[in-house]
C-alpha cells in the first residue's frame, strides 16, 4: 500500500512538472501594432443580424485568435465600442479590422467580385456537413452566421456558393452562434497551424 501511494505521488509530481499553466507574460502574445502587420489568414466573417453583443464580442475574439482579415457587422449587429462587446472581446475589437453595412447581401454581392468563396454556416438543405468540407488553400472566404433565433437570411443563403453544416446529434441541434464560429474556424484554419504559429 505505501508502494503504491508513493507510485501515485510521484505520477502526481510528475504532472504538476509537465502541466504547470502559463503565466499571461509567458504566452508570446504579439501587440495590436504586431497583429496590423502580420500575414491574415484570408477568411473574413460576416455576422448577419447578430443581436448579442456579447456574442459579437466573442466572435471578434475568436478571429483575432485566428488571426482572421475581417470582420463585417451587418443589420441590427452593434458596433464598437461598447462594454457589452468589450466584456468579451477583451480589446479584440480594436485588434480585429472591422466594417459595418446595412445588409449583409450587399457585403456578399461584394466579397463575390473580389472572389471570395461564400459559405454560410446554415443547417440547409444540400448543405455539406464540416467534417466533409474541403477549405482549399489558396482561396479567399467569407463565412456567414446569421441571427441567433432566424439564422442567416435566406436571400443571403441563395447568393453563397455553399452552405456548411456543424453536424449535431442531440435534442437541440442549435448551437450558440459564438460556439458556432469557434468549431468552424478551429475547423477550416488547423491546416494553417504552423504558419499560424510561426507568425
Request: charged share 20%.
Amino acid at each position: 500500500m505505501l508502494i503504491t501511494n508513493c507510485k501515485y505521488s510521484l505520477n502526481y509530481l510528475i504532472a504538476i512538472i509537465m502541466f504547470r499553466k502559463l503565466f499571461n507574460n509567458e504566452l508570446n502574445r504579439i501587440s495590436v501594432e504586431e497583429f496590423k502587420n502580420v500575414t491574415k489568414t484570408p477568411i473574413v466573417l460576416i455576422l448577419d443580424n447578430i443581436r448579442s453583443q456579447h456574442n459579437i464580442g466573442a466572435a471578434f475574439r475568436t478571429s483575432d485568435a485566428f488571426c482572421l482579415e475581417k470582420i463585417y457587422l451587418c443589420g441590427i449587429c452593434a458596433t464598437p465600442p461598447t462594454p457589452e462587446i468589450h466584456k468579451s472581446a477583451l480589446g479584440a475589437e480594436f485588434s480585429m479590422d472591422w466594417e459595418y453595412a446595412d445588409n449583409a447581401i450587399d457585403v456578399v454581392r461584394r466579397l463575390k467580385s473580389e472572389g471570395y468563396v461564400i459559405v454560410s454556416v446554415e443547417q440547409a438543405e444540400h448543405s455539406t456537413m464540416l467534417h466533409n468540407f474541403t477549405h482549399e488553400q489558396g482561396k479567399k472566404y467569407a463565412y456567414i452566421f446569421g441571427n441567433e433565433v432566424k439564422g442567416v437570411q435566406q436571400e443571403v443563403v441563395d447568393e453563397s456558393d455553399l452552405c456548411v453544416e456543424i453536424p449535431q446529434f442531440g435534442t437541440k441541434h442549435s448551437l450558440n452562434v459564438s460556439v458556432s464560429i469557434g468549431v468552424v474556424l478551429w475547423e477550416v484554419t488547423r491546416n494553417d497551424i504552423n504558419r499560424l504559429s510561426n507568425k
